[in-house]
């Protein structure tokens, strides 16, 4: 599966932006997919997280409450609302997929990731 992020720019604090992730192939539905992010010289980071169907998240402690996962399986796309974006959220942008049939409450690996997307966020 192919991931295309997008979305990503130049955003005041206290701003919003909303990430888009595109993917290719009929099988989307069937995987969990997830946001992850990275700043330079930092190891990658897991933002949000979303079940197959979408009825189930995950947030990261340093996103909760301030960031939304979404996905439409008919449009193949994840989203992944930022709203009161802070500086420390300066990072590129994954989205990631895993392979089929994962069990969202069990045990997984992302095995497909998208190019990234930049978000920087101004003081």
């Known amino acids: 599966v192919q991931l295309q992020a997008s979305g990503g720019g130049l955003v005041q604090a206290g701003g919003s932006l909303r990430l888009s992730c595109a993917a290719s192939?009929?099988?989307?539905?069937?995987?969990?997919l997830g946001w992850f992010r990275q700043a330079p010289g930092k190891e990658r980071e897991f933002v949000a997280s979303i079940s197959q169907g979408g009825g189930s998240t995950g947030y990261s402690d340093s996103v909760k409450g301030r960031f939304t996962i979404s996905r439409d399986n008919a449009k193949n796309t994840v989203y992944l609302q930022m709203n009161s974006l802070k500086p420390e959220d300066t990072n590129v942008y994954y989205c990631?997929?895993?392979?089929?049939?994962?069990?969202?409450?069990?045990?997984?690996?992302?095995?497909?990731w998208g190019q990234g997307t930049q978000v920087t966020v101004s003081s």
């Open positions: 990631a997929a895993t392979k089929l049939g994962r069990n969202y409450s069990g045990r997984y690996v992302y095995d497909y």
């Open positions: 192939g009929s099988t989307f539905s069937n995987r969990i």
